[in-house]
Structures are given as C-alpha cells and as structure tokens.
C-alpha cells in the first residue's frame, strides 16, 4: 500500500504568541513545528504502515525551511519526502494550496491520502477536501479512527454530537484529528537515517495538469481586505483574597450585575 | 457570464435526522441583513430525504424562498452527494453570496463545494458585511463595490483578517456558530418553495455509511447556556468536576470544559469550548481552573461577564477576565455555592 500524508510547517503558539513591538506577531521569534493534526495523520499513517506494510511518502509546500518538517516526518518513520517550493506559490489561499498540492501529488502512485483537518495558524479545515475534489477521489473528514479492510478504509468520522462508521473504497482522502492518536517520538537512529536521504524538491515546472492561473497569489480567489491583530477588551478586576472574602466578591458583583 | 448576473443570498440550512440545526437559523438571519443591502433576497437551500415539510420553519426565519433538494440518497450527510447537490443548485441558479455552517458538515461540505465550482471560500467567519474591495481606492486599480466582506479570525484568535472574492462567483463564506442573530420567527410565514433534483448516481465518490453511533448526553448544548460553569485541568479530577456541576445548577447554569479536560477524558467532546470546541456567548462564564490558552479564549471572549477562579495569578485568563480571583478552587468554589444558595433562596 501506498501513503501518501501531506504535512504543514507552522508556528507553534502553545508556549505562548509573541509579539513584536508595534503589537503584529513575531513569527521568527516563536519555534516553527510540524502541525499537530498533521502529525496524528502521519502517525495513523506509520499504524498502517507497521500493521499491514505500507510505504509513506510525505508532501509539504512552503518555503525551503520546511524541510525541517519533512526529516522530522523521516525521523518518525516516513519512508520519502517531497518539499514544494517555488516562489511563484507563494501567497496562496486555501484554493491555490490545494491545486498546487494536487499537482504535485498526480506524479505519485497512492491508495491513501491523510492530510491533517486543519492548521493551527489558519485553521480554515479546507485545504483537504479540496485536493480531494482536484484529484476526484472520496474524501473522509475528521476522522478519529482509521482502519484498513481489503481495498477499502473503514473510518470513524467524527461530527458534533455522534460519529459515524464510513467505508469508502481506495484510493481515497482521509482528515485526520490530532485526537486520532498519540504520535510517536524520533528515534535517534531514524533521526541519523533521515539525513542520509535525499529529499525530494519540486517547484512550478514538477506540478502536473495545473494551470498558472490557480496557483499563487494571483490564482487565490480570496483576496485580503485588511489584517491586524486582534483588539482584546482588556483585562477587568484581579485580587487576591481570602476564600471568604473571595465568595463575597464574587456574590455582590453577580448582584450589581444582576445575574442574581 | 458576468459577475453581476449572479444574484440573491443563498443558505445551506443544514438538517441533521430531518431537524433543522440552529445554525441555519443564525445563517437566515444574517443574509437578510445582507440581502437588504443589495437589495436582493434571501433562498434556503435544503437537502435531504423527506424534508419539504421543513420549508415553512426557513420561512419563519427570513427565508423568501427555498430550494429543495429531495433524494433518498441525502438521507444521511455524506459529502459527494450533498456536494453534488449543492454545486448543482449553485449552478442552477447563480447565487451571488453562499453562507454555510462551520459546522462538521459544513467544513466537509463548503470546501469541496467551493473546489467543485471554483471559486474561495472563507472558513469560519466572525462578522460579514457588504463593502468595497479594496476598502479604499486604489489609484490604478478598480474598487469593486457591493462585496462581500468576510472576517474571520485566524491562529487561534490573535490576529483577525478581512477577505474579499472579488473576481469568483458565488463568493463563499462557513459562519462559526453561535456568532450571528437568528430573527424573531413569524409565525406563519410562508416562502415560495422550489423543487430541484439535479439526479444522482453512485459512483466510486459514494462513501458507505456503515453505522451511526451518537453519543448519549443529557445535557444541554452548552451554546445555548445563558450561564456557564467551565472546568479546566486545574480541577484536578473528573469527580472534583462535581462541585462545578454544583456551582451551575444553583445558577440553572450548565457544565463546559477546556480541551485539556476533553484530551484528558474527563468530559466528551461535545462541553468543550475553545477553537477547536464550540464558541460560546453567555450572560456569565465561569472560567475555573482555566489557564486561558488562546484557543480556549477564542471561544469564549464575547461572554458579557467572565469570572475567573485560578491559583496561577500570572494565568492568561486573568486578561480577559472582568473579575478574576487569584485562588484555591477546592476552597473558594464550594462556599461560593452555598452562599449562592442561601442568596437565592433569600429573594
């Protein structure tokens, strides 16, 4: 069986966002990691992998950095990684993403593909569906177990209040949940044999069946009106007091405001 | 054809088990506010088998008429036939602006729609507005007017971005839940309903549903809690979550949690606030033992009144708290209640 699991470098925001003076965030300022949704669809992909043999090529576009991602993906176990890079790509909304992705993806052979369900920097859950759509596979979204039957994925596809059991036929496109699963560490010895390979990069020319038009900035169809950071209403009253004293307050100012 | 043939406020008005989900309310009660700026009007698109009934109830809530979609084959949500269904209807009819649920169907639904009839798609927006693209001229370049304006925000709720689709039809937009104001329903009102069934055949897109399992709670959404009571690690264990459920019964509140509380399995999915849980909006929010992670905050801050209880008084929640208290739970939560008790019981 054949893997294939794109991945996303981003920005970590769980120790924290920084900020830059004048109040924009400061993006090199914080670690650039492989995106968790992205990384429980690379670890179900290594499940597979382990269990029934499977061999897993991982994809990410961005800039030249993230290759980090791809050897960490290596380290972990994937078996191929290929890094798309191109200026004329850059600035792509989620439409663009996908057709680039797409793009790269029609020159592989796959049974599987397993994005992660969203980025936590844009967190937009589109850009999977999408390829999906481009490459006129069956798409399972939020998954939160996978299984492999035969020629066919049996998923459980999570929704707010129930999950449902899907079978689709392969190939197929599969979103996978960060609860999906706990993803495994790197070994040192898969670190020391992911930089002994080759890491595959494309750019513009290697992209199959896609049009200049729907790629890059100028292929977005969503075009930003203005962006800025987000105004907070700031924090109210803190204090520090004893647990009766604490209740007391609590109690008159739910009176003032007459929740009470 | 030009842009300016596409005409009218389309809604997916999503149906789970032939109900009609809230959030299709909320979506009718927008794209009349936006709809009246372009002097057009409101269509409800309703997929499903056996729904037809449920057009009167879309037209209680601001839709002028409503499309249906009725097949066997939309029974239960699976993406291609609902996506098949929406792309054609958006075929059909032109629609200028699509506003669907970010719900879990909507986000499976929207971009796989949006990449069938090529056009772009907002993921969960905040606010929606009619506007020029760009927002000022620019010399030398066309501004657009009567555009959709869609704002959304983005990583984990620090910075906000305004995005237009100037150039695509229909331009599309997935609207966070909880967010936009459903309208008073009249009652009675009837819209002019429309049957459209673009035909299906099952192809190798047809996923096969297996087995519907729904999770048994008892509970109340906690979207619709005018009081809430959330819990984070902080609380310590799932039983110490009993004097949470305490604290809210006193106040008629409900029981919410952090995704840590979730990722920990002290409570389902289904309580979770936060960016990757639900967004919330009540009177009171109790945030206990809640450090206050952006993600959590973004699902949470538009609460009128916001109490804090943690012992960490450098935690995070303290900045969008209107009162936070710098404290032991254990020990503060209790005698809050039976204060609260003695309070109401008073009047």
Redesign the interface.
Known sequence: MKIVVCIKQV?D??GG?KFNPDGT?DRGAMLAIMNPDDKAGLEAALRLKDECGAEVTVVTMGLPKAEEVLREAMAMGADKGILVTDRVLGGA???AT?TTVAGAIRNLEYDLIITGRQA???????????I???L???????AQNIKVEGDSV?V?R????????????MP?LITALS?LNEPRYMTPGGIFDAYQKEITVWGRADLKDVDDSNIGLKG???????????V?????????????E??????D???E?H?? | MSLEEYKGVYVFAQQ?DNEISSIAFELLGKAKDLAKDLDTDVTAVLLGSEVKDLADKLAEYGADKVIVVDDPELK?????PY?HALASVINEYKPEIVLVGA???G??L???V???V???????CTVLEIGD???QAIPGQEQKHNQL?MTR????????????????RPQMATVRAGVMQKIEPIKGAKAVVEEFNPGFTPD????????????V?DTVDIMDAK?LVSGGRGVGSPENFKILEDLAEV?GGTVSCSRAV??SGWKP??LQVG?TGKTVRP??YFAIGISG???HVAGM?ESD???A?NKD?DAPI???????????LN??VP??TE??KA??AA?
Do not use: M
């Open positions: 920005p925001t769980k966002v965030l909304d989620t439409w996908s936590i920097d844009g967190d937009t859950a589109q850009v999977g569906p999408q999906s759509e481009h006129d596979i069956p798409v399972i979204s939020y049996i459980e999570q929704y707010e209040d129930r999950y449902h059991v899907v079978k689709a036929k197929c609860e977005s169809p969503t075009k930003i009106a203005k962006a800025s950071d987000k907070r209403k700031g924090a109210g009253e803190k204090v520090t007091l004893d647990p009766d604490s209740v007391s307050y609590i109690v100012k739910l009176k405001k929740v009470i | 789970v239960v949500y699976r993406t291609e996506a719900t879990a169907i986000r499976d929207g971009p796989r949006s990449a069938r090529a056009t772009g798609l907002t993921a969960d693209f760009p927002l304006l925000p983005a990583f984990g709720g620090n910075t906000i971005a305004t995005i237009a689709c100037p150039d695509n190798h897109k047809y996923v096969e549903i297996l087995d519907v399992v729904k999770a709670t009081i106040l979730v990722d999915k289904d960016q009177n009171v992670a952006i993600q801050e009144i916001i109490v209880i008084a303290f900045d969008v708290a209107d009162y936070g208290i710098v404290g032991d020990k503060i005698k809050l204060s609260l309070e109401i009047k």
